[in-house]
């Protein structure tokens, strides 16, 4: 049974950093593509950045030069470091197999505020 358990999140004034955890189970991280999404307040839901089975990784715009996705296939995790954090990064983010945000753990919640 796949099963996808997100940690990590909290309150940061803008500009600091978070580190995101997605622990996985019932299947390897190793052999498969990983997605990191967000749903702000009212939004829909919004792709991150995804990591694929060679490690190649993908950022959307909004986020790329700020946020790193890694995996530790070791540890059957991935992981979302998060710096130069921003109001509008404020949302609930989920991690997936799913390249449309399907199948997503019950999230952790990021906001950032001063």
């Known amino acids: 049974q796949v099963q996808l358990v997100e940690s990590g999140g909290g309150l940061v004034h803008p500009g600091g950093s978070l580190r995101l955890a997605c622990a996985a189970s019932?299947?390897?991280?190793?052999?498969?593509?990983m997605y990191w999404f967000r749903q702000a307040p009212g939004k829909e839901l919004q792709w991150v950045a995804n990591i694929n089975s060679r490690a190649a990784t993908y950022y959307s715009d909004s986020v790329k030069g700020r946020f790193t996705i890694t995996i530790d296939n070791a540890k059957n995790t991935m992981y979302l470091q998060m710096d130069n954090l921003q109001p509008e990064d404020t949302a609930l983010y989920y991690c997936?197999?799913?390249?449309?945000?399907?199948?997503r753990g019950q999230g952790t919640q990021v906001i950032v505020s001063s």
């Open positions: 019932g299947f390897s991280t190793s052999s498969a593509s």
């Open positions: 997936t197999k799913s390249s449309l945000g399907l199948g």
